[in-house]
Each structure stands twice: as C-alpha cells, then as structure tokens.
C-alpha cells in the first residue's frame, strides 16, 4: 500500500517522505484496539497544507513571582558572563588542543546566555494587567495538529523543514488521534503524554537516529516558553516508573475537571510558563495523582537538572566539532576564499533564512539583535549573530539546509 493522505492545496510528499511515512504506518505497535499506526490512519484523515499557523500562548503571574524569575535569570547570565571573560583569557593564552577546548566551552557558554537572554527579555518585557499581575505572552509556530471535530490529522508541510520532522510530527499528531475519546483535554497534561507516546513509539520503531532526534526535540522545548509542558514528555520518558502514562491518561481523560484538587495541582507547575527545575519527580506524583484520583505510588526520577540548554556540535565536511556560529564563521570564509564581500555574504544569508536582519557584518554592534544578545567576534575579522537555533524550524537549520543543497564541497551534519 502506499500512504493515504490528501491535500487541497496540491502538495505532494517525496518518496522519501512517503516511504517513511508508510513504514511508520506498518509497523506492528499495537495500541489498545488498533494493531499498529495504519488501523487507527484508517479511521481518520491525514491532510497535507501549505498554511503557516501560529498558536498564541500566555501566563499570568504576580510581581513578586515576575521579580524572582527576573532576578534569578539575571544572576545566572551575569554568573555565565563572569565565566566567559576568564575562559577568553585563558583562550588567548592557550595554543593547540587547550585552545580548541577552551573555544569549545566558550561556545557553549555563549549559546546557554543568549538562551537565557531570550527568556529574561520575555519577562522583563512583560505587561502589567489591571488587576496588578502580569502578562508573560508570545505566539509560537505549529507543525501539526489533531482536529477532533473532523477526526483529521494536518501536516503544515512549509513549517516542517525535515523528514525526520515530518516523521515526529505525523506520530505526535496520530497520539492525539489515539486519545481522543472525549472528555477535556488540558493540553498541559496531554501534550506531555503525546510526546510520551511518540518517544516510546520510536524506541520500539528500532530507527537510532529518529529515536535521537525526536528526543532532541522535545528536550529543547523544555527550553522554549509555551512549550515546556511538551518538553516535560522527555522526563515522563526517562523516568516512566513501569506506568503506562498513554493508557493511564486516555482511561482517565473522561474524568477529568480542571476543578479537581489533584489535577489543580499538577497545573500549578506550568502557571508560569516555566520548566518545574528540579522538581520534576513532585510534578511527576502530582501528575500520577491526577490521573489516578489522588492514589500515589513511589516514584523515582534519573535525570536531574534538565533544564540546562543542549548545545548542538557539527562537522563540516566530515571534520571538526563546531557551533552554529562557528559553523557560520567557516562559511563566510568559505565564501570570502571564492571572493565574496561581507555585505554579499550577509545578503546571500539573508536570502536563504528570508529575513532582513543582519547576521554577518564588518562592524560590531550591527548584527541581529546584537543590544540583547550580544555578538561573536570572529578572529577573522568579522562579527555574527549569536541569534541561531537548531530546534525544527530554526534559521540555523534552515541556513543549513540550504547550503547543503547548494554547496556539496561544504557539508554541515550535526553530531
């Protein structure tokens, strides 16, 4: 068989795509009532668009919540800042192997500051409400989503830019379909146990890679605010405590009431907009009692501290271990050495991530965003914005795929 989908606007998968899609289809999960992913396709429809969508998000918290959260962001960039001026020091001193390392680290750290960087922004930039608290608000773009009034699955097919995206998204979305039986859905509660779900099915799967990056995925959101109760997924999945938290959560699903005291109470984590850091085995009892009227069992949790930004490393040409930036760097020079101006460069990326900002420029302090985010200074001589993200739709993998396609004697893969 091949992969039944439809689509008004006329997109078509590759083969690629479908034979992926297809194979995911025909794999023997079996889900309670359905023997894999093609018996439960069956019953509902997958439909490909060419629509952009966005989904807007937004927390309400009190001042003294909104000070602390401030505070605690700002201490730590300014505890990463401290670090970065000594790494630079003894980065100018070391040579060889040390100063690789040392380069390294200071990538890292870099990444994790703009990161955190976004987040104080957020909440420094927050509006205050007429009843005294704040509004901590945003938009974010959707990939897919579950329809259960027309009991339709859509791919935003220009809003997935992989097929190993294409392939997460399809099986989050088809876990929603498996759960819909009625009842509430509380997206704090189901979007976690959809990502649950997907990750176990790829586990099963057997494909390492997929496995891999679908983790990736979900981790980052624990990162990204108005999609930490999604990242919360990773957790459920390391630490599943021999629950079966799909099948428990789509039993429960009819009995749930946003007024219920346990299930109150496991919302109170994600009021706001903030990853339960170090807290993630209350979270997980309170979402256990949730889902089980107020039983509790012992529960262990493996993984700590979590909310740490995972850096992202590539090679070029199958050599080497870089950052985004770092990547960025040897691009330019790739283009400087076929006699490429900065300002032709900066508009050939420009081009690719069809944005105006400036991302490479000969003068510091002129880059994207470069007042809130600072710059990496390159060596060479020039300056790049540290505004990158690996996550599906970043302009960092969008610049990547681009080159791919366009320049075979400079290949980027992430490691």
């Avoid at 256990?288 to 909310?307: C, E």
Wanted: with cysteine; charged share 25%; proline share 2%.
């Amino acid at each position: 068989m091949s992969f039944n989908y439809t689509s008004p606007f006329g997109i078509r998968l590759t083969a690629t795509e479908e034979q992926l899609l297809e194979s995911i289809d025909k794999f023997n999960y079996p889900l309670t009532g359905h023997a894999n992913l093609a018996d439960l396709h069956s019953k509902i429809t997958v439909e490909l668009s060419d629509e952009q969508k966005t989904r807007k998000f937004s927390y309400e918290i009190t001042p003294s919540q909104r000070d602390a959260e401030i505070n605690r962001l700002k201490n730590r960039i300014d505890e990463i800042s401290k670090l970065i001026d000594q790494k630079m020091q003894e980065f100018e001193e070391a040579q060889g192997l040390e100063k690789d390392r040392l380069g390294r680290q200071l990538g890292e750290l870099e990444v994790e500051r703009a990161h955190l960087s976004d987040i104080y922004y957020v909440y420094k930039n927050a509006k205050q409400g007429t009843n005294g608290n704040y509004i901590v608000g945003g938009c974010y773009e959707i990939l897919g989503e579950y329809i259960s009034s027309s009991k339709k699955v859509v791919l935003y097919k220009n809003s997935i830019n992989s097929v190993n995206s294409l392939a997460i998204v399809y099986v989050h979305e088809m876990m929603h379909a498996y759960l819909d039986g009625g009842g509430i859905t509380l997206p704090e509660i189901e979007e976690p146990i959809v990502e649950y779900g997907m990750l176990c099915f790829f586990k099963a799967f057997g494909d390492a890679n997929l496995l891999d990056f679908a983790q990736k995925e979900v981790k980052n959101k624990q990162n990204t605010i108005g999609l930490v109760h999604y990242g919360f997924g990773h957790c459920i999945f390391n630490n599943p405590n021999g629950i079966n938290w799909l099948d428990d959560y789509q039993n429960a699903k009819n009995g749930l009431a946003e007024t219920d005291l346990d299930v109150v109470a496991y919302l109170d984590y994600w009021k706001m907009g903030i990853y339960p850091e170090k807290k993630e085995k209350e979270c997980l009892v309170a979402l256990y009692k949730a889902l089980h009227h107020g039983t509790t069992i012992p529960i262990t949790v493996k993984q700590g501290n979590v909310r740490r930004v995972r850096r992202r490393n590539y090679t070029i040409n199958g050599k080497g271990s870089y950052s985004m930036y770092e990547v960025v760097e040897e691009f330019v020079k790739f283009l400087q050495g076929q006699g490429n101006t900065i300002g032709t460069i900066n508009q050939e990326i420009q081009n690719y991530i069809n944005s105006g900002w400036i991302f490479v420029s000969s003068n510091p302090g002129k880059v994207a965003w470069s007042n809130e985010k600072g710059e990496y200074s390159s060596l060479s001589g020039f300056y790049i914005t540290k505004q990158w993200k690996g996550n599906a739709n970043g302009n960092f993998t969008r610049l990547k795929d681009e080159i791919n396609q366009r320049y075979k004697n400079f290949q980027i893969v992430e490691i």
